[in-house]
């Protein structure tokens, strides 16, 4: 288009407002994705051309058209853009004569008005007949993807439904199977076209059929969204098959909702699970019950027994099992242990008994007392005299006893675990007094019993908290009562029971294993009182500990007494530790060793508790390293007593061979003079002075 338009200021501001106009009009009317400065920019343009198509004739249909396929390209498309751009474009032109003679002038703007009508409408049916166009492709597009895409579906479904090991199932609101997998015939061990057509009710067992209804009737007519709950069908031999059973809805928009039907095979994992069960509550060595069945049968027994004889608990310890199985090999004592459950079983067969292994060595047995179930002594002596009957094992004959504890008639109230407790404890006390030995469950025994246990599990928190400390008792000359030197104890000061001696302390730390670790720290604490009295005084007092046997054995007392002395800066000859004659005077000589190498090394090594025995006096004359024997007070040993003038021989032997002699726990004036008189050197007990803190021997 190269017509050339007027150039004057005039007709250069009429066509700018037309064009700002146009686009008023229009972009109230239509959305024009265009700001309004670039709308009036575009259009302005579009003016220029329906100008120039005025201007030049042969321009018009052409100038129309080009508009036309803006306006379109604009998003112009409505009929109210074209009847806004039609009456705008037409009063516009007309009011500019400057484009064209006066009487041509209506005229061309018609045609140029014409010709943008025509191309608005052609070029709309065009826009219209290309998106057609597209939507059907891409509609048969859709389609097509959508067919392909089912296709894969139902063979992915068919092959996952033919493959997988879970039955699958499609149902009716009915029950009846519209279709299903070789997985659910395996399930149910039925033909596959068996099942089609059948009802799921008649596959369910006949406890499941009113539960499995009442989940349908959830599923369709209350809009559950799914249901999955334990099942069991029937498999065509009539045998029950264990089914994690799983229901969904599948609504359709035609026709019936369905039931999609899941079924996984449970019934090898109920086996197992009944499998452990039993072994969860069983011994699997013996088959016997095991302590978890055993109480939960007791606390049920409390409640049901005969009220009149009540029941009897029997805690059975099997004596010198180890030697057995040290002996002879474990599986020897897997035999026994057989054997003895066996056995056990046997004696009371007659009675509502259950007989239970504890573990290891241990059994227990809950007897239903009746009428005629024989006393206590009775059972126990039958138990005895069954385990002690020879058998063969692995080609050798053995037997074994067993140490009993009974509760005999506990209140029907008590609780089970409070009767083991007891049974236990009762055990215990018999293991104390020997082999093949029973005793019988006493309240007020069991309290004192677990007074002392609790102490000794108590004991390392007191220790911790500061509550266990070290006193001194003076050790003095019995010719002029001089302290000679101090012997350390312990004392705990308990909370609650107040201060506890330093025998209980020592007893109850060697019963807990304490005592190695506790007598280590007691022993340095002394070194370090004793260095400390050397720089109070000018003098060295020395400082005695006593050890316990199993200190005494312990390999490494060489070492932590050597790191004591180093570590305090105390002389080894102001430390003297009392040991007990079994250690020095044993069979096993490790303990005696370790004394010996002590004593090489300065220690003053003394006999605790020296019995004055022949063995034990042959074996001090034979040289053993020992500086003094130490002998507690006897009240067979009163001045004047024949057992008086023995020991007085034996001491005088003691002191010939260069060996000292201390007495212990003297209370009395007429019993530190006796000592004196039979040659005892030094002495320590009430007398003198009670244990204290250390100034009790700077005093």
């Not at 069908?233 to 229901?247: I, T, Y």
């Not at 047995?365 to 002596?381: C, H, S, W």
């Not at 060697?510 to 400390?532: H, K, N, Y």
Request: aromatic share 4%; with cysteine; proline share 6%.
């Amino acid at each position: 288009m190269t017509a050339a338009l007027p150039q004057d200021a005039d007709g250069l501001r009429a066509r700018t407002r037309l064009a700002k106009k146009w686009a008023y009009l229009l972009s109230s009317r239509t959305f024009v994705p265009l700001a309004s400065v670039e709308l009036e920019r575009q259009l302005l343009g579009l003016v220029e051309r329906l100008c120039a198509g005025v201007a030049t004739e042969a321009l018009a249909p052409r100038a129309g058209r080009e508009v036309a396929d803006a306006l379109v390209a604009l998003n112009c498309t409505t009929a109210e853009a074209l009847r806004i751009s039609v009456e705008i474009v037409g009063k516009g032109l007309l009011g500019m004569p400057a484009l064209a003679p006066p009487d041509k002038l209506r005229e061309r703007v018609v045609d140029v008005v014409a010709s943008l009508s025509a191309g608005f409408v052609d070029r709309i049916r065009a826009t219209v007949l290309a998106q057609q166009e597209q939507l059907g492709r891409s509609l048969y597009k859709a389609m097509r993807e959508a067919q392909v895409e089912l296709q894969y579906s139902e063979a992915r479904f068919e092959l996952l439904e033919h493959h997988l090991s879970t039955g699958i199932a499609t149902a009716d609101p009915d029950g009846r199977l519209v279709r299903c997998n070789g997985a659910l015939a395996r399930i149910v061990d039925r033909p596959t076209a068996e099942l089609a057509g059948s009802s799921l009710f008649d596959l369910a067992h006949p406890d499941e059929r009113v539960a499995l209804r009442a989940d349908f009737a959830q599923l369709v007519e209350d809009g559950t969204a799914s249901i999955t709950q334990p099942r069991q069908l029937l498999r065509g031999d009539g045998e029950p098959a264990w089914v994690m059973l799983g229901l969904s809805p599948l609504r359709r928009l035609e026709g019936r909702a369905q039931v999609i039907v899941l079924a996984e095979d449970a019934t090898d994992v109920n086996l197992l699970q009944g499998q452990l069960n039993h072994q969860a509550l069983h011994d699997v060595l013996t088959r016997l019950p095991n302590r978890q069945y055993f109480t939960s049968r007791l606390e049920q027994a409390l409640r049901t027994a005969d009220p009149g004889t009540g029941v009897s608990v029997f805690h059975l310890d099997l004596d010198g099992f180890s030697r057995i199985t040290g002996g002879l090999g474990r599986e020897v004592g897997d035999h026994v242990l057989k054997v003895v459950a066996g056995r056990l079983e046997a004696v009371v067969a007659e009675e509502n008994a259950m007989v239970a292994r504890f573990g290891h060595d241990e059994f227990a047995i809950l007897i239903e007392n009746t009428a005629t179930t024989p006393d206590v002594v009775t059972t126990v002596r039958r138990i005895n005299d069954l385990l002690s009957a020879p058998f063969h094992s692995d080609g050798r004959r053995v037997a074994v006893s067993a140490t009993i504890g009974v509760v005999h008639r506990p209140p029907r109230d008590s609780a089970p675990a409070d009767l083991l407790d007891s049974a236990d404890l009762a055990l215990r006390r018999a293991k104390g007094t020997g082999r093949r030995q029973w005793e019988l469950s006493d309240q007020a025994q069991d309290g004192r019993d677990r007074r002392a246990f609790s102490l000794a599990a108590t004991m390392p928190g007191a220790w911790e908290n500061g509550e266990i400390r070290v006193l001194y008792r003076p050790v003095v000359r019995l010719a002029d009562e001089v302290v000679e030197s101090a012997e350390a104890v312990l004392r705990w000061d308990h909370p609650t029971l107040g201060p506890l001696p330093h025998e209980q302390c020592l007893a109850l730390a060697e019963d807990t294993g304490l005592i190695v670790p506790l007598g280590t720290w007691a022993l340095r604490s002394a070194c370090e009182q004793a260095r400390s009295w050397q720089r109070e005084l000018g003098r060295r007092v020395p400082v005695r500990w006593a050890l316990t046997p199993s200190q005494a054995a312990d390999p490494e007392l060489h070492g932590l007494v050597r790191e004591a002395l180093s570590d305090t800066g105390l002389p080894a000859a102001s430390l003297r530790l009392g040991a007990p004659a079994q250690a020095l005077f044993g069979e096993r000589g490790d303990a005696a060793d370790t004394l010996r190498y002590l004593a090489e090394d300065g220690v003053g090594v003394e006999v605790e508790d020296f019995t004055a025995a022949p063995d034990d006096l042959v074996r001090l004359l034979d040289g053993v390293p020992v500086r003094a024997v130490r002998l507690a007070q006897s009240p067979a040993a009163r001045p004047g007593t024949a057992v008086a003038r023995a020991l007085a021989g034996v001491l005088e032997v003691v002191r010939d061979v260069g060996v000292g002699v201390t007495a212990a726990d003297v209370t009395t004036p007429e019993q530190a003079r006796w000592w004196r008189e039979v040659g005892a050197d030094t002495a320590s007990g009430p007398l003198f002075a009670p244990a204290g803190p250390p100034d009790v021997i700077t005093r």
